[in-house]
């Protein structure tokens, strides 16, 4: 018998979640799913994957749809952290995002964005991981603290003694210019 | 339903966010709520940096970082400028503690604090009282706590600190990261009171000196020899290679010593590279960044160097390059390298480098950065033609030519740009001889960056600045201004750019301004984002017997609102000029026309 080559994976986290339909090579950057097809044979995977996170049909079907682009893409494996093109260590340069990818993040509301890292955290999707968590720094580099809270919907619970005294003791660090360390 | 928070986010994914930030995007986010200051102040203190003010580098405060916060610290800096005062800069020189002019100058405004911290110290040599602060420093570390240890004062080291009982070989020996700046002229730099060993430290990925004294070499020699199988970057330089051979006569053989340089370079690459010594090949398996300023090297060296993990190499001031590159070439070495970088103005005579040149270049592809500078071109469209070979994943190109007017037709330069993607250009080139040959860019998108360096003399025009005006006077980088370690960090954020912006305008010249004006404009390069100008490298420091205090600057593209300008400045400590210089720092500071420590700088010319 061939190897099955559609995957069924089911929201389960709340009654009546989709059931979605997504090619084998596609959903193989997620490292949960490595791990299932290593671990049991296709007979078993026949049944539906159940993904028991907490995020609607709508982000899910978004990460879905990440994956079915990014389908012949290098998969990540377990040792893989992703590094730069130059294998640098310097882990907060920006990824390279693809035109598709760019179009695909640019589109996102806050909440898909947010629901698109939680699952990719949790079926261990890392590129997407990556990418995602890259475009919320890119959003936050070069903000003031007022400019981050409005575009994260953040309200400050510190008061203002608080906030003042952690100014103070930041006023003691100074930027780090180089950042070429290793570890 | 409103749109949820970053605080839904879990940990890990913060962490992963926070780790692609940098500290002045950290420092703003601290303070958007609670949890982010609880999850960035981790981060945030990872790395703690030191800097105390030039004209004063004993002057070390630390006292107030509290004590749970410092033993988050994994890399511990202490850094100054360099753009007042280079050679003559040890505390060793100023041992008159009662308060020269310098000292009078940093004492208005101090707290009661500092006034008692004052008394304790009076009496006391500047050198030991950084001794005893930096000492003091360390020793609030637990043992281990550092993986990353930097000295770049451009002093000598304190042997409290990394001589032979020194609180950071003992104490941390697992060091993987070593920068230091020293200081070859402090006329006490041999005093063992500054004795550096690290013959502990065996664990080093990285390894970087500038400025070593000659007596440094067996040190020097012998980290290198006890780290080589680990080390992935290494960094050397010698600062004034006619110095260091000079100064390290007594410490060869005497008949070794006697009137021959050459000899006295080969010992120093042997002693370095361990040629001499039975030694694996290569001595350096894991390199991936080889930095070389004013080292002298040897063809010899070739089989050293692992040509298969290495990604950068760094060749600055280094006579006998060009049989190096030579070498490896003939010996047929697997090369993968992305990044080259090769700098000349003294010793090129002939065309022995331009062949080195282009049979290296020829030997491999993938080379993604290329930076070159020579003093006297030969035959320069030999250059372009060898660096087409890499075509295809060339995204950066410097090729400054200091004192000559550049001699490449158009028509040469238009083929290389068309036939190459660039991102980065870097030029000594008046603005009005780059137009034209920029013309292949409009049509593509790969431009982001032009940077045009001006040498301090042009045949083409003289001393005359091609961006400034004559009358023009710059004070916005003032070292006066700016003290260091005590300044409000407020004002890295909340830079004026509007004010900046009005002020450079006024200074700059009408063609400069047109010039940018096209390259921003509707009929320039649609994809520029930035026009760089002036030196950066070293803090942009200019060279000696140049009037103005500053003259580098980035304008960037305007926001598109259709009225006015086509471009806008970035203000210096702004986050946009910052994220623009973390990301381009390596080409910008490229091929700096002048040493970190200038021996004819006084402090009486400024």
């Known amino acids: ?183 | 339903m409103p749109p949820p928070g970053l605080e839904i986010l879990p940990t890990e994914l913060f962490i992963c966010v926070i780790e692609k930030l940098s500290k002045a995007d950290l420092k703003a986010l601290s303070l958007v709520c609670k949890r982010c200051h609880t999850l960035v102040v981790q981060a945030l203190w990872e790395s703690v940096s030191i800097e105390p003010p030039e004209y004063s580098l004993h002057q070390i405060k630390a006292e107030a970082i509290p004590q749970a916060r410092l033993q988050l610290a994994r890399q511990l800096h202490f850094r100054a400028d360099f753009l007042r005062f280079t050679d003559r800069r040890c505390p060793h020189e100023a041992t008159d503690s009662s308060g020269g002019e310098f000292e009078n100058e940093s004492s208005s405004g101090d707290s009661e604090a500092e006034e008692e911290d004052r008394e304790q110290w009076v009496g006391l040599p500047r050198f030991h009282q950084l001794a005893r602060k930096t000492e003091s420093v360390v020793k609030r570390l637990r043992p281990g706590q550092l993986h990353s240890f930097s000295w770049d004062l451009g002093t000598c080291v304190p042997s409290e600190v990394l001589g032979p009982p020194g609180a950071v070989p003992l104490n941390h020996p697992m060091l993987q990261s070593l920068a230091l700046t020293t200081n070859p002229y402090c006329r006490d730099n041999r005093h063992p009171e500054c004795e550096i060993d690290l013959s502990a430290l065996r664990r080093l990925h990285s390894l970087r000196w500038k400025a070593p004294g000659a007596h440094h070499l067996n040190t020097l020699s012998s980290a290198i020899e006890n780290n080589s199988g680990r080390l992935q970057d290494l960094e050397l330089d010698f600062v004034n290679h006619l110095d260091f051979v000079t100064d390290m006569a007594p410490w060869l053989h005497r008949s070794e010593a006697e009137g021959d340089f050459g000899v006295a370079e080969t010992w120093c690459a042997n002693k370095l590279f361990g040629l001499s010594r039975q030694s694996p090949q290569p001595l350096f398996p894991a390199i991936r960044t080889l930095s070389l300023s004013q080292v002298p090297v040897v063809g010899a060296m070739a089989p050293a160097i692992n040509f298969m993990t290495l990604r950068t190499l760094i060749l600055r001031e280094c006579p006998g390059w060009p049989e190096f590159l030579a070498h490896v070439t003939d010996l047929g070495l697997p090369v993968r390298l992305k990044k080259l970088e090769i700098q000349d103005h003294r010793w090129q005579k002939d065309l022995v480098g331009l062949s080195a040149m282009e049979g290296f270049l020829g030997a491999f592809q993938g080379l993604e950065e290329l930076f070159v500078t020579q003093k006297r071109l030969l035959d320069p469209q030999r250059l372009l033609n060898s660096a087409l070979h890499h075509r295809a994943t060339l995204k950066r190109f410097i090729h400054p030519v200091p004192d000559a007017l550049d001699d490449i037709p158009d028509d040469c330069w238009f083929y290389f740009f068309g036939s190459c993607d660039l991102e980065f250009i870097g030029r000594h080139c008046h603005p009005e001889l780059l137009r034209p040959i920029l013309r292949p860019f409009m049509s593509k998108d790969s431009l982001k960056v032009l940077h045009i360096r001006q040498p301090p003399f042009s045949l083409y025009d003289g001393y005359v600045s091609w961006a400034f005006k004559d009358t023009a006077r710059l004070s916005f980088r003032d070292p006066d201004s700016d003290d260091g370690a005590d300044q409000d960090v407020n004002r890295d954020v909340n830079g004026d750019d509007d004010e900046d912006d009005g002020r450079l305008r006024s200074w700059l010249r009408p063609q400069f301004i047109e010039f940018a004006e096209w390259a921003f404009g509707p009929q320039g390069i649609g994809s520029l984002q930035f026009l760089a100008f002036g030196k950066f490298a070293h803090g942009g420091r200019l060279p000696f017997g140049w009037r103005l205090r500053s003259a580098s600057f980035i304008l960037a593209r305007g926001r598109g609102d259709g009225a006015g300008s086509a471009f806008r400045v970035l203000s210096e400590r702004g986050p946009e000029a910052r994220a623009m210089l973390e990301k381009y720092r390596d080409a910008l500071e490229a091929c700096p026309m002048d040493e970190l420590l200038h021996p004819s700088m006084r402090d009486s010319d400024i």
Not at chain 1, 59 to 71: C, I, P
Not at chain 1, 103 to 130: C, M, R, T
């Open chain 1, 1 to 183: 018998m061939a190897p099955i080559q559609i995957l069924k994976l089911q929201n389960t986290f709340k009654p009546g979640g989709k059931v979605f339909e997504v090619e084998r090579a596609a959903a193989e950057h997620s490292g949960l799913v490595q791990m299932l097809l290593q671990d049991f044979d296709d007979s078993d995977l026949e049944a539906i994957i159940p993904i028991s996170v907490d995020v609607s049909d709508k982000g899910l079907a978004k990460v879905f749809e990440w994956m079915t682009h990014s389908k012949d893409l290098p998969k990540t494996t377990d040792d893989g952290s992703v590094r730069g093109p130059d294998d640098s260590a310097v882990n907060w340069k920006p990824l390279t995002f693809s035109d598709w990818d760019k179009k695909f993040f640019d589109a996102l509301d806050s909440e898909a964005l947010y629901e698109i890292l939680i699952a990719a955290n949790y079926l261990d999707i890392k590129p997407l991981y990556e990418l995602g968590c890259q475009f919320v720094a890119n959003m936050i580099r070069g903000k003031t603290t007022e400019q981050i809270r409005e575009i994260l919907n953040i309200t400050s619970d510190f008061n203002p003694e608080e906030e003042l005294r952690i100014r103070e003791q930041k006023a003691l660090v100074k930027d780090e210019s180089e950042t070429a360390e290793k570890n």
